[in-house]
């Protein structure tokens, strides 16, 4: 299985593309979104719900990798 | 216009260096010394762009330049009025969005130059010349998308006016992907 990495998973294009790729079952995807206050962290959590149910998708909160999923 | 050095015979003996330089020397050092700091790739990028100069003709009597974005077969398209006391509408923010001003021989146009050309995504400024043919000021791949949004619909490549505000990463995006159910945000 292919790994992609996708940075600002957490926007509309990042997440879009994501769940996309996810939705092939071909890929892992790495996302990492460091959540900044452009718009409301609700909805980039939102755009994230499909992703988080799918075993193929993992979460970074910065480029660190301070945190994972 | 000494690319390949000076003969290094008749001055000072430079150990080694066949050839010297005074340019190459320096731009030898110079790079080692930004290569340290990291600022060559910068600086080296920065340097394929200097040493031209663009001129475009003035066109009076254009007031106002009109912005068509094309993305796929959308066009959007405003009126952007110039700056006061000046001749340029780029940043004025003066922006008209009425439909019944936009001529449509613009939107004709951007969408053939983008079929032609394979652009995904586009914007094109059109002013007119002396004799009221459209004239193209500046092509742009990045454009800003709140002024978009802000239009109220779009053109087809029928020239059908749909209505509704859209932002131009969705359209993109639907492009992109493939995906024609793609939900719009309501932000970005």
């Known amino acids: ?69 | 216009m000494f690319t390949s050095g000076i003969k290094s015979e008749g001055i000072p003996s430079f150990g080694n260096l066949k050839y010297f330089n005074p340019y190459n020397l320096m731009k030898y050092y110079g790079i080692k010394l930004l290569s340290a700091l990291n600022l060559y790739t910068s600086w080296n990028t920065w340097n394929k762009h200097k040493m031209y100069v663009l001129f475009q003709e003035f066109l009076p009597h254009n007031d106002y330049d009109t912005r068509i974005t094309i993305i796929g077969d959308r066009a959007y398209a405003y009126r952007r009025f110039n700056r006061k006391n000046d001749f340029r509408s780029s940043g004025s923010g003066l922006i008209d969005y009425s439909i019944e001003s936009i001529d449509l021989d613009f939107i004709k146009t951007a969408f053939h130059v983008s079929k032609l050309l394979g652009f995904q995504s586009m914007a094109y400024d059109f002013l007119k010349d002396q004799s009221g043919n459209p004239v193209f000021c500046e092509f742009s791949y990045t454009f800003k998308d709140q002024i978009l949004y802000d239009c109220p619909g779009y053109w087809d490549s029928s020239l059908n006016f749909i209505e509704g505000h859209f932002w131009p990463q969705y359209f993109q995006l639907i492009d992109l992907l493939e995906i024609s159910n793609l939900k719009q945000p309501n932000d970005l």
């Open chain 1, 1 to 69: 299985m292919k790994k992609v990495l996708i940075t600002g998973v957490a926007g509309f294009i990042g997440s879009s593309l994501s769940d996309m790729l996810l939705k092939k079952g071909k890929y892992h995807v790495i996302g990492v979104d460091n959540f900044d206050d452009y718009y409301d962290k609700s909805i980039k959590v939102a755009n994230l719900n499909s992703a988080f149910n799918n075993t193929n998708f993992t979460f970074f909160d910065n480029p660190r990798f301070a945190f994972s999923r």
